[in-house]
């Protein structure tokens, strides 16, 4: 079988959820598990975070994913509806939805299905993508309110640049959501793991982890080990080759990186076509046989080319650790000019999952 493997480290995602825990003690939870529990496998990881007090989805299917895993929690869909059958299947389910535009709610009046229903208003206060604009709150909350099939409202808000730690910026979008809110009823939810981290006051009654519960940063230039979270995935492979170029050798398509000097080199049984970005460029950290070693040439869809300079006891069958508790994967998002989310979003369905239970043997540890 292939080695190319996501390990996914079921210890850390529980040690990130106390630590979040610990930056927020006041405030209800709900982990952010949207888009297959960032890449790691949903139902793994709803499980590993069944200590959450609520779960956050983008979609039907996952919030379905999450009832069968046999998790009764609070379960929020952060899009909202579209259709009438998104609201049947809301009510089958028993999960909360957002609502954050006049269409939905035009939807819902025309409609009256059963209830009870319980929402999260969404005010849109600066991100402008989703939301109604503040000045309606009070309106949007007394049509709701007005409604049988309404149960439970909710406020929410969703902040653009807590992750720059823009103060200025993230501090006048929790003023226009307490504005627009006043003394209307209702729990109000505003952090991601960017606020969470940076901006205490905006915790209220619920914060809204993801990044974070899975030992990813949001901050430029450190990485989830530097916030004292723990990596929740290692990606890894083994080398399938070995070889020695001689002087003025090229390497890979388009022959992008030319041997200066005889060199040896591992070829890595993992590409593109498993999630690892193509846009790596040479000199891309990452561990062979336990040293550092860095990629040369260009990504290929099923395989990685490395320089062994400095890993000499590589050979056929060694270990490659592509990113891990002991390469924060933001090393290798940064010189591939994206973000960590988005490599542990990527990995592909060719890519076999395991499951660590021990804490992962980390520098860190
Ligand atoms: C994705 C998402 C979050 C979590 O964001 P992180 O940066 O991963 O913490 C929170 N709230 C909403 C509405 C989201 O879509």
Redesign the pocket.
């Known amino acids: 079988m292939r080695a190319t493997t996501a390990t996914i480290h079921l210890d850390a995602l529980r040690h990130n959820l106390r630590k979040v825990r610990a930056l927020a003690p006041k405030s209800k939870l709900m982990a952010?598990v949207?888009a297959d529990g960032y890449g790691h496998g949903l139902e793994r990881v709803a499980q590993a975070l069944a200590g959450a007090d609520a779960f956050?989805v983008a979609t039907l299917a996952d919030a379905e994913r999450v009832r069968r895993a046999g998790l009764k929690h609070r379960v929020v869909l952060?899009s909202g509806f579209d259709e009438p059958s998104d609201l049947s299947a809301v009510r089958e389910l028993g999960i909360d939805c957002v609502i954050h535009h006049e269409s939905q709610l035009a939807l819902l009046e025309r409609l009256l299905p059963p209830g009870p229903l319980s929402l999260w208003i969404k005010l849109d206060t600066g991100m402008h993508r989703l939301g109604f604009d503040p000045g309606q709150a009070r309106r949007v909350w007394e049509r709701l309110r007005a409604l049988p099939q309404v149960a439970e409202l909710r406020w929410m808000t969703?902040f653009a640049c807590a992750d720059d730690g823009d103060r200025e910026r993230s501090e006048a979008q929790m003023a226009r959501f307490r504005e627009a809110i006043g003394e209307l009823p209702g729990e109000r939810s505003l952090a991601?793991?960017?606020a969470v981290q940076a901006f205490p006051m905006s915790h209220g009654d619920w914060i809204?982890?993801?990044?974070?519960l899975y030992g990813l940063s949001?901050f430029h230039r450190r990485s989830g080990r530097d916030l004292g979270l723990k990596p929740a995935m290692s990606l890894s492979t083994r080398l399938v080759s070995v070889q020695q170029l001689a002087a003025g050798e090229a390497v890979g398509y388009g022959a992008t990186w030319t041997a200066a000097q005889p060199t040896r080199i591992g070829i890595a049984a993992v590409g593109y076509g498993d999630g690892y970005p193509r846009h790596a460029p040479a000199g891309t950290p990452v561990r062979v046989a336990g040293q550092s070693a860095r990629v040369i040439g260009r990504v290929s869809m099923d395989l990685l080319a490395i320089d062994l300079a400095a890993a000499p006891a590589a050979e056929v069958g060694s270990d490659v650790l592509l990113w891990g508790p002991e390469l924060p994967v933001e090393q290798v998002a940064e010189a591939a000019g994206t973000i960590g989310?988005e490599l542990v979003c990527g990995v592909t369905r060719r890519v076999q999952f395991a499951e660590a239970r021990a804490e992962p043997v980390s520098a860190a540890a």
Do not use: F, I
Request: aromatic fraction near 6%; avoid cysteine.
């Open positions: 952010v949207k956050g952060l969703h991601n793991s960017a809204r982890p993801g990044g974070m949001t989310y």
